[in-house]
């Protein structure tokens, strides 16, 4: 009969949506989704710890060798005080060479700051590296579990294509059609029961005229629900 066809259509629709909304929200997925995420995050703040330690080690390095060029002009400096006489020009002399200890000193506390830094980054880096095995198994299993789950949903939405399919095949084309366009613009409910006097499509209750009407449908024939235009099955 039309009805039944069209009601079991509807069922087999329902069904296919209520597994792809079930697919979409597993909970393997979500599972999956976070610990890929705690594995992304490890490597990624990883690797930004290795280029800040090369950023560092270049730096030290500068800073070493401004340094031992401070040290360089302070010898030639000293040296060059044990040769002068006049009172002025040996003070200029040690004022330059005063100038330069403060550099050498400033250098120093930046180079000891970024030695510090570079200590705490080597252990947040062990500290890593030392999570990063249990997050690369956590990832494999979830993502194992997720496929699993996957894979028992679409064994069932393959069965309902090939029942649907039989299905509309069944149906006239311009029912059909006409099922469909329903379909797309009602959420994907096109075809409804009459419950008592209320349409299960929209929830609305039908007026007495209107109920008269529908409950005068033919068995096995179809009308639209006046309220939201869905097939409507007494």
Do not use: W
Request: hydrophobic share 40%; proline share 3%; glycine share 6%.
């Amino acid at each position: 009969m039309l009805t039944d066809d069209l009601l079991e259509l509807q069922r087999l629709d329902t069904t296919t949506d209520q597994l792809g909304h079930r697919r979409r929200e597993l909970p393997e997925r979500a599972a999956a989704t976070e610990a890929a995420a705690s594995r992304r995050a490890n490597r990624s703040r990883r690797a930004a710890i290795g280029v800040r330690d090369e950023e560092l080690e270049l730096a030290i390095g500068a800073l070493e060798r401004d340094g031992q060029a401070l040290v360089t002009q302070r010898t030639r400096l000293e040296a060059q005080l044990k040769t002068v006489i006049a009172p002025r020009e040996a003070e200029a002399l040690m004022h330059e060479m005063a100038t330069i200890a403060e550099r050498r000193d400033a250098l120093d506390d930046q180079e000891l700051t970024f030695l510090d830094e570079q200590s705490e980054l080597a252990g947040e880096a062990a500290r890593l590296d030392d999570a990063l095995p249990g997050l690369e198994s956590a990832a494999s299993a979830t993502a194992a579990a997720l496929a699993v789950a996957e894979a028992t949903i679409d064994a069932e939405l393959a069965d309902i294509a090939t029942s649907r399919a039989a299905q509309a095949a069944a149906l006239d084309p311009s029912v059909l059609s006409r099922y469909e366009q329903l379909r797309s613009h009602l959420g994907g409910v096109a075809v409804a029961k009459l419950d008592g006097t209320r349409c299960s499509g929209c929830h609305i209750d039908l007026s007495r005229s209107d109920l008269d009407d529908v409950k005068r449908v033919p068995p096995g024939e179809y009308t639209d629900c006046p309220q939201c235009g869905r097939i409507l099955v007494p």
